[in-house]
């Protein structure tokens, strides 16, 4: 059951949703430029490129997003175990606060090894289900409040929400595998 949905239904909504993403944290990044809240926009930006260049879609972002996305792409590719997010690795940060990923839970495994589009998918959706917006940091509290404001005003060229997009994959995602344990929009946005 949960094959067919994420082939039929899942992965077209999810490409909708992140092609939404991305071109609203653009226009995020282009309205923060010169602001303190620069870096939190280029990193947002940077961040659902990743799903977006997993996923094969089409994005024209600036360069140092797409230089922050690729090097994550390049260590979810590498499947190379711990090391520090690029995305999350800001200047000045203690050593205990860097934000450690085990890119090797990137490799696709059960049902997600059928196709290539089922292993786009699954790095995709882990992705944004790995990486997460932590509160005891105040950087990535405001990018998470960014996301927030970026969902709540996105749409899709069709003009569907893309807070609709990302219910519509998130809640019978929860029904069906559970509910996650970190904070998402739905509790940064209240």
Known sequence: MLR??????FIPTLKELIAAMVDSTAKQYDT????????????????????AQILGL?????????DLAKQELDLIEGQGGFSISPIWEVAGQAQEDLLLEDYSQYIPRGHYTR???????????????????????????QRALLVVQAIRSAETASGTPAQTLWETIFDPTVFIVGKADDLSIYEYGT
């Open 4 to 9: 067919d949905l994420e082939r039929t239904y």
């Open 32 to 51: 923060l430029k010169g602001t303190t809240l620069e870096d939190a926009a280029l990193r947002n930006l940077a961040y659902f490129t990743v799903p």
């Open 58 to 66: 089409k994005v024209d972002v600036p360069a140092a997003a797409s």
């Open 115 to 141: 196709d290539e589009g089922l292993k786009s998918y699954f790095k995709a959706m882990m992705w944004l289900g790995r990486m997460t917006f932590r509160l005891k940091d105040p950087g990535e509290t």
